[in-house]
């Protein structure tokens, strides 16, 4: 009964899988390049690569009724991929692939998932778990961007230490850095332990800081809309099915 159970809730509720996966990635991306280190044994670009493997399941598992799982399930093993693979052989060119790859994979998600929440007739536990998806799927795709403004454009990050002092983070290699920046200026928080210091990265962070707003603005009025438009529908379809008071 109580897998059945679950197997009904997954159905129900799978943008709830994704949801789960991004907090799990949220809270994991400070720590992952020691995690990765002392329990896979990972180092450098592939430090990152449990948090993605995370990310393509969850969002394999999420899509999987749609028609769109196969291309996201291709694209994020061709990003995995060249995670390690620009680890083994350490080149430029791969680095910045892979950066693009996982950009590119964030984005597909992303848009799979704005869609099914904008285009949804109504509002439900599902839809609410899209949106709140949506929202951080922007946190992790600017994350993977800063990357690569930070392998472009190096020293554009600075991690700083609890005495004010600037750490020596090497912040391509240690990637969940970027993430977790990204998601402290989404939210407006602005922790100031991550400093961007070039022009384009103080560029890119007021613009997340603009796009996160938006996002939630946009969100919650469309949402609104879409229950009360729900809620005026089944008050006239119980006004319809009254009978005549001379009846």
């Given at each position: 009964m109580g897998s059945a159970r679950k197997a009904d809730f997954l159905k129900r509720y799978p943008f709830?899988?994704?949801?789960?996966?991004?907090?799990?990635?949220?809270?994991?991306?400070?720590?992952?390049?020691?995690?990765?280190?002392?329990?896979?044994?990972?180092?450098?670009q592939?430090?990152?690569?449990?948090?993605?493997?995370?990310?393509?399941i969850s969002a394999g598992l999420s899509l999987w009724s749609m028609k769109h799982r196969g291309v996201t399930i291709f694209c994020g093993g061709i990003a995995l991929a060249l995670v390690f693979l620009s680890t083994i052989f350490s080149q430029d060119a791969l680095?910045?692939?892979?950066?693009?790859?996982?950009?590119?994979f964030v984005?597909?998600?992303?848009?799979?998932?704005?869609?099914?929440?904008?285009?949804?007739?109504?509002?439900?536990?599902?839809?609410?778990?899209?949106?709140?998806?949506l929202y951080m799927l922007t946190g992790v795709?600017?994350?993977?961007?800063?990357?690569?403004?930070?392998?472009l454009v190096p020293g554009s990050f600075q991690v700083t230490n609890v005495d004010g002092h600037l750490s020596h983070t090497t912040l391509v290699?240690?990637?969940?850095?970027?993430?977790?920046?990204?998601?402290?200026?989404?939210?407006?928080?602005?922790?100031?332990?991550?400093?961007?210091?070039s022009p384009v990265a103080r560029s890119f962070a007021a613009l997340e800081a603009v796009i996160g707003q938006i996002i939630v603005v946009v969100m919650i009025a469309r949402l609104?809309?879409?229950?009360?438009?729900?809620?005026?529908?089944?008050?006239?379809?119980?006004?319809?099915?009254?009978?005549?008071?001379g009846s």
């Open positions: 709830a899988i994704l949801l789960a996966a991004l907090f799990l990635l949220l809270m994991g991306s400070p720590f992952s390049g020691r995690l990765a280190r002392e329990a896979f044994g990972l180092t450098a592939a430090s990152i690569a449990p948090l993605v493997l995370l990310l393509i680095t910045v692939a892979h950066l693009l790859a996982q950009s590119i984005f597909y998600v992303s848009v799979i998932v704005a869609k099914a929440v904008f285009r949804s007739p109504i509002v439900d536990g599902n839809i609410l778990c899209g949106a709140a998806c795709l600017i994350g993977f961007i800063y990357c690569l403004v930070e392998f290699v240690d990637p969940g850095w970027l993430v977790y920046f990204s998601f402290t200026t989404l939210t407006t928080v602005g922790l100031g332990d991550i400093l961007p210091t609104v809309g879409i229950n009360v438009a729900q809620i005026t529908s089944q008050n006239h379809g119980m006004k319809n099915r009254r009978p005549p008071s």
